[in-house]
């Protein structure tokens, strides 16, 4: 089975530092997606960023950043120029390829200071 | 476009109630899926629904949790007899389907339905 693990369940950063959340995941299989989500007090679950496991190219959404590590089934989030609207729950997700299912860890609490 | 929309956005109910919950997909949207996110903890897949079909249920508890999403109308997910454990908060996602678009494999969320059970 499946299985999505982030070993940090708080994490802070100082306003325009630099930040990596860590996610390693568990899979037999060789087609599948990754996802970072954000859910911020509201709870809202915004998609942060997607990484299809064929591409080896990291992902890149502006100040966001993936480091892909298929062999080691490890994909982190680089925050970079970090913004106190930045602070939210982070969740790792996987999806295998051919279904809808999302798995998700159990997150990383982001605490940004000004 | 109005996204994934979820109602109620809280509910509270006294045990022994029902609850149902209520979700509207995007529009062009025709799968629905259902995910429980209990305290300090991260979403945890319920079921999986295509129109007036159930595709895959293998998340849902076996007893009191039923789901449907009916060709007209929006998805409902029905609790029946709540017990305090089933104080969560629980949202709705839906996706395209079609894997030929370039955003079948990304799940749009709605903003969840937070079951208080007193």
């Known amino acids: 089975a499946q299985t999505v693990t982030q070993s940090q369940p708080e994490m802070s950063v100082q306003e325009a530092e630099t930040v990596t959340l860590s996610c390693t995941y568990d899979t037999s299989e060789s087609d599948y997606y990754l996802f970072w989500y954000k859910q911020p007090p509201s709870r809202q679950m915004i998609l942060v960023i997607r990484q299809e496991a064929y591409k080896q190219q990291n992902a890149t959404e502006n100040r966001f950043s993936v480091n892909f590590q298929k062999a080691a089934k490890s994909f982190s989030l680089k925050i970079s120029d970090s913004q106190l609207g930045d602070a939210a729950m982070y969740f790792c997700?996987?999806?295998?390829?051919?279904?809808?299912?999302?798995?998700f860890g159990t997150g990383t609490r982001l605490q940004v200071f000004p | 476009n109005a996204g994934v929309m979820q109602n109620p956005r809280h509910l509270v109910r006294r045990r022994g109630q029902e609850a149902r919950l209520r979700c509207s997909p995007m529009k062009g949207h025709s799968h629905v899926y259902w995910y429980r996110q209990l305290p300090e903890e991260g979403l945890k897949f319920m079921v999986y629904l295509q129109k007036e079909n159930i595709i895959d249920e293998s998340g849902m508890p076996k007893e009191r949790f039923s789901a449907e999403f009916p060709k007209e109308g929006p998805s409902i997910l029905r609790i029946q007899q709540v017990v305090r454990g089933d104080s969560a908060a629980y949202f709705c996602?839906?996706?395209?389907?079609?894997?030929?678009?370039?955003?079948?494999?990304?799940?749009?969320f709605g903003a969840g339905s937070r079951l208080t059970v007193l």
């Open positions: 997700a996987y999806r295998l390829y051919n279904t809808d299912k999302l798995i």
């Open positions: 996602a839906s996706s395209p389907g079609d894997r030929r678009s370039s955003g079948a494999n990304v799940l749009t």
